[in-house]
Each structure stands twice: as C-alpha cells, then as structure tokens.
C-alpha cells in the first residue's frame, strides 16, 4: 500500500472509516507507555486546535510501518502504539511508536522504511499497486527538523484518481525506539508544508525519557 496503511490514506472519513474496516486485523497486545506520545498541544501548528487523541486499536506495530511501508512486512517490533489527532476537517496527525528490543532492531526498521520510501512511487502508480486501493504520484522532501527529514507524499485512493492529498512524513529514531508522525493534509494544491521543527524537539525528548 502506497501510504504504508491503507487506513490512513482515505481522501473522506468515510473512505478512512470503510477502508480500516476492510483491512483492520485483530489487534495485537501492547504495552507502550502513552506518556511517550506528544500531547495535543505539542503536534504541528496548522492554524487549528488539535483534538484529544484516538487510540487505534487495530494497530498492529509487527506488520505497519510508516507511509510507504509496504503493508504486511514484518517490522521486528516488539511493541508499539498509535494516536490519531485531528485539527477540524482537514488535517489528521497520525503519531506511532515502535519499540525493539535494541537499537540495532530499531536502526535496521528506519532503514528498510528509506528503502522502501525510495520505490513507494513506483509500487503504487494510479490504478495499480500491491492491492490497487490507494496510489502515490509524488514524493519530495519539504526540509529538515532538527537532523530529520521531512517527506510530503501526494497521492489517493483508486478509482478517484485526481483527487489527491498529502502525508507529510516524519521518522524520529532513537535509543531502541522509533517514533513516526504521518500528517494527512486535505489542503488543495501545493500548500506549504507544515513546520515539525519544534514537534521533532520533543519527540526526540520523549523518546529518550521513555525508551532509551
């Protein structure tokens, strides 16, 4: 799947509602300290509150990855969590945290994500894919937060080809942890990228308190 959960790819609620009803799996038991997670006050400015969290309980850290992931392939995490934020209707903040038994566990998921973030394009062209369900156009990087990278990927679901929108990506990795924020922006055209500069900040903070 182009955009590593098909769930999080729906250009509607409803298409994100249906979508995760169609491909949710069972979920998996976790322990992650919520603690680890940014408070809503501390996700990107958008120009909008951010609400309370969604815990997703169908969220299943062995087998997602962040945007792009290729949905299925095992991660080696031990553990993990998701939140979703929303910020009125046109903007939703995915936060995942995986956690492994080393950092080595965690260095080797960050890498296989660039991998994969590098051909997530050309796995996921309109109207076909792995699953044909959703479809990626374009992948470029939008600037850097504190040493990490800051990805924007555009694309949609199949058949609504055209109907584009965007994720703004960022993977945080630290100690035996890895920290993901997956921004869904409904904004129409190019619009400028939302800052993560100080989300980043904390999120390496976070991580380092939590799961060194």
Known sequence: MPLAKVRTAALTG????????????????????????????????????????????????????????????????????????SASSTFHNYN???VFSDAAGAQAFEQRWKDQLATCAERNKPGEGPDGSSYVTAIRKVGTADGVDVWRITGGINPYVGLDSHFQVAVVRQGRAVYAMNLLDYRNGDPAPVSFTTAVVKIKQKLATYYP
């Open 14 to 85: 409803t298409v994100a509602a249906l979508t995760l009803a169609l491909t949710a799996l069972p979920a998996k038991a976790v322990e992650v300290d919520r603690n680890v997670l940014l408070s809503s006050a501390d996700q990107p400015p958008v120009g909008y509150a951010w609400s309370k969290p969604y815990f997703d309980p169908y969220f299943d850290p062995a087998r997602i990855g962040p945007s792009c992931w290729q949905y299925g392939v095992a991660t080696g995490a031990q553990a993990g969590i998701e939140a979703r934020f």
């Open 96 to 98: 995942d945290v995986w």
